[in-house]
């Protein structure tokens, strides 16, 4: 039996997190120095999280969890499951279960009413995971890609 582990992220995982985060953009990822100024900014965020699953005490999988407060829904906290990746050779040996598992403890934790996460709407294997871990198709995501603001003509119409 294999050991697993699901523990908060250091600045040494950040190699290997990169690797993960490669598998799931076709290779585009941020610098080694990029991805440490961001985690040590995320430092300043004490409810936004990076996490790294564990196998044998390499790093296989990650996500990041952020709890958001709210003044909606009686005050309650919300979480937000965002960036998850299992290194391909690790699928389907419950790593991504168990790192699911902790987001929800995590958020529980906290008193979060809900915890959400968003997949690309081609991920069907995915999708298929996260309903088999109780989570439920709801609503709609959307996206809007840079820029953000139309410019002036649109504006006006």
């Not at 997190?17 to 100024?37: H, P, S, W």
């Not at 995971?129 to 959307?142: A, D, I, K, Q, T």
């Not at 953000?148 to 649109?154: G, I, R, S």
Request: net charge negative; hydrophobic share 45%; aromatic share 8%.
């Amino acid at each position: 039996m294999s050991d697993l582990t699901v523990r908060r992220a250091g600045k040494p995982d950040l190699p290997a997190i990169l690797d993960l985060y490669a598998e799931l953009n076709g290779g585009r990822v941020a610098t080694l120095a990029q991805a440490g100024a961001l985690l040590d900014r995320l430092a300043a965020y004490p409810d936004y999280g990076l996490y790294v699953a564990e196998r044998d005490g390499a790093v296989a999988g990650t996500f990041c969890l952020v709890i958001l407060d709210n003044i909606a829904h009686w005050g309650t906290p919300s979480a937000l499951v965002e960036s998850v990746v299992v290194a391909s050779r690790h699928r389907g040996g419950g790593l991504g279960r168990a790192m699911m598992h902790e987001a929800a403890r995590l958020a529980e934790a906290r008193g979060c009413y809900k915890l959400a996460l968003s997949s690309n709407v081609d991920a069907k294997p995915a999708h298929a995971f996260y309903e088999s871990l109780g989570f439920e198709r709801y609503g709609y995501s959307f996206r809007l890609d840079p820029p953000f603001l139309p410019d002036a003509a649109e504006a006006t119409r």
